[in-house]
Every structure is written in structure tokens, then in C-alpha cells.
């Protein structure tokens, strides 16, 4: 029962550049949405959240934008940097519940 | 400020044995939940304790049973092991029940 999906394993984009990581989700109870991050050997940390009241939060050089309608959405990371390459997982929940579905994650790869 | 900690790191158990992991929350944070997550695949909700209580529960069978202490540390318990068991047990904690979470580093269990 995958409600959560990150249908991209991998991603590469050169330094500089904008990074675009997409989620999309099934469950339309759905009213919290994160990402976190992920580094080798490391667990994940939280990077960004909104609520469904939102279609866009900001914070840096990471937006996430909401389409409740088309239920996706998406991180973006202007300027990309070598550092931001990790693995990113997107995940949601009722409420910001107990029961976070997490994606299964895609891996992003910054090119010097 | 303690993060989260997790122990043992790696592990290795053969099938039928039972296994316990442990997790100290970051201070201050009285709710811990645990995470399984595959290889090539993202965390997979198992259970919360808050306050020391079970505060809702993933899809896993019975087998899989926890506890939470007066300090908030927690332990998972899983008995009877079996192959696909092996994964990365995820721990995290957060401040309120629902709340962002902290996780730790994780425990790897390969089950032979």
C-alpha cells in the first residue's frame, strides 16, 4: 500500500543549478507533508514541512510547493550545491499523526 | 543537546532468534517512534510511545513489541526472526505526540 510515492530513484544535476525532487501522493486525508534528508550512515533529518492549507513554503534555498488537486509535491533547491547530495525522502500524514508514509526516497547527486 | 542514539549499530541473528534494540530519545522529547526500512525503500511506521504508552501502530505483526522507560528511552523487541526482518531500524523522537521528528542513526540487523 504505497500512499506515498517518489517514482524518480536518482537524480543529477550540475552545482548551480536548480533541483526539482517530486512526490506524489493517494491518500487525500493527507494535510502534512516533509521532507527529510539523508546522508550515508547518518539518519534522516528533517529539511521542510507544509500544511495543506499552504501551496508553498520557503525556507533558504528550498521551496516546497503543494497541488493538493493533482496531490503532488515538490522540493526545490536553487542554487543546487555538492553538499545537498544525499537522498531525500518525502513523506506525509494526517494531522502530522503517529503514522508518517514515507516515499521511497530519491537520490540526488550535485556534479561539481 | 543529546541527539538521538541507537544501539547496537550492526547486528547480525539467525532466523528464530529474537532481538533487542535500544534508543535513547534526544533530551527533552517524550515521544519515540521506530521505523523499519528495507532496502530500496522508505521508513515504514512500526510503532510510537508516548509518555511511556503505545500511541499507535504500523502494520507489523504482534512479534514486533516495544517499551518505553521513565526517561523516555525505548527499546524494540522482535521475536522469532525471520529473513525479511533484515532492514534498518530507524528510531526518532520528537517533543509532543505528533511532532517533527529526530531520528537516530539506525540499527542494520541481518538476519541469516
Known amino acids: 500500500d504505497q500512499q506515498v510515492k517518489q517514482n524518480s530513484p536518482s537524480l543529477s544535476v550540475q552545482e548551480g543549478r536548480i533541483s526539482i525532487l517530486n512526490c506524489d501522493y493517494t491518500n487525500s486525508m493527507f494535510d502534512y507533508f516533509l521532507w527529510y534528508k539523508k546522508y550515508p550512515a547518518e539518519g534522516p533529518t528533517f529539511l521542510i514541512s507544509?500544511?495543506?492549507?499552504?501551496d508553498k513554503n520557503e525556507d533558504g534555498r528550498f521551496t516546497v510547493f503543494l497541488n493538493k488537486s493533482a496531490k503532488h509535491l515538490s522540493l526545490h533547491i536553487v542554487p543546487s550545491q555538492p553538499g545537498d547530495s544525499a537522498v531525500y525522502f518525502c513523506?506525509?500524514?494526517?494531522?502530522?499523526?503517529?503514522?508518517?508514509?514515507f516515499g521511497a526516497g530519491t537520490r540526488l547527486t550535485v556534479k561539481p | 543537546e543529546t541527539g538521538v542514539t541507537q544501539s547496537p549499530t550492526h547486528l547480525i541473528k539467525t532466523r528464530g532468534q529474537q532481538v533487542t534494540l535500544r534508543c535513547s530519545s534526544q533530551s527533552g522529547h517524550n515521544t519515540v517512534s521506530w521505523y523499519q526500512q528495507a532496502l530500496g525503500q522508505g521508513p515504514q511506521f512500526i510503532f510510537q510511545?508516548?509518555?511511556?504508552?503505545?500511541?499507535g501502530r504500523g502494520n507489523f505483526p504482534p512479534r514486533f513489541s516495544g517499551l518505553q522507560f521513565p526517561n523516555y528511552s525505548s527499546e524494540l523487541n522482535v521475536n522469532a526472526l525471520e529473513l525479511d526482518d533484515s532492514a534498518l531500524y530507524l528510531c526518532?523522537?520528537?517533543?509532543?505526540?505528533?511532532?517533527?521528528?529526530?531520528f537516530g542513526e539506525g540499527s542494520r540487523l541481518t538476519v541469516l
Open positions: 510511545y508516548y509518555r511511556e504508552e503505545e500511541n
Open positions: 513523506a506525509a500524514s494526517v494531522g502530522n499523526n503517529n503514522d508518517m508514509r
Open positions: 507544509i500544511s495543506s492549507i499552504k
Open positions: 526518532a523522537s520528537s517533543k509532543e505526540a505528533p511532532g517533527e521528528l529526530f
